[in-house]
């Protein structure tokens, strides 16, 4: 399972960009579907993400 995935000086990313699928505390206790639990922690993940932005930000570049 992919949890984090650092890039950095590959194609259109000079500084490290990091994606992170664990999800944030904000909205503890809500949208409990959407969240699957990482054994022995208090963490959850995110069962899907969406990469979204305006052409030519790199979108492509963070796929390949």
């Known amino acids: 399972m992919l949890v984090t995935f650092s890039v950095r000086n590959f194609r259109s990313f000079d500084d490290e960009q990091t994606l992170s699928m664990v999800a944030s ?34 979108k492509s570049n963070l796929f390949k």
């Open 25 to 58: 505390k904000k909205f503890a206790g809500k949208h409990e579907n959407h969240l699957v639990p990482i054994p022995g922690t208090d963490d959850f993940v995110l069962r899907t993400s969406v990469i979204y932005g305006a052409n030519g930000a790199g």
